[in-house]
């Protein structure tokens, strides 16, 4: 669903599909026009999609857990495009710092203090006698003379 239709959405109703409510929706959108400005600045060929757009994608995918291909599909675009397009925005959110966003960075370090052991379970091979002929066929050799 497009940004046209859900903006007219109750504010319950918004956040049901979003994940987050219009205010703070509006915020999103003030960090990302000011990150699109400087953006534009450096040239390069406009997004075929509204900042709107953007975000209620970028939204989707964190909210719904959609593949880039079904996102991609969802507003005509190639799944390397919604790709970039959902890295941006995220990113560019990470980095406004207002916004509780995951960051791609290591999970962080536990307080526990763990204890490993190491268990060499490793094959070896296993000293055997060598099987005979005599062995095999239950045969006695001769006495020697």
Known sequence: MKWEPIKE???GAFRIWTGVQKATFE?????????????TLQ???PCKLSLEDRL????????????????????GLSE??????????????IKSGAFSLPGRKAPPKSQMNYEVVLVDATE????QPQKTEAFLFRKEKAPHA
């Open 27 to 39: 915020k999103m959108i003030t960090v990302l026009r000011e990150a699109q400005r400087q953006k």
């Open 56 to 75: 209620l994608m970028s939204l989707e995918y964190l909210r719904q857990y959609r593949t880039y291909f079904h996102i991609g599909k969802h507003y």
């Open 80 to 93: 390397s495009t919604a790709y970039k397009t959902l890295r941006w925005v995220e990113d560019t959110l």
């Open 43 to 45: 040239g390069g060929r």
């Open 9 to 11: 959405l109750s504010n």
């Open 124 to 127: 070896t091979p296993i000293e």
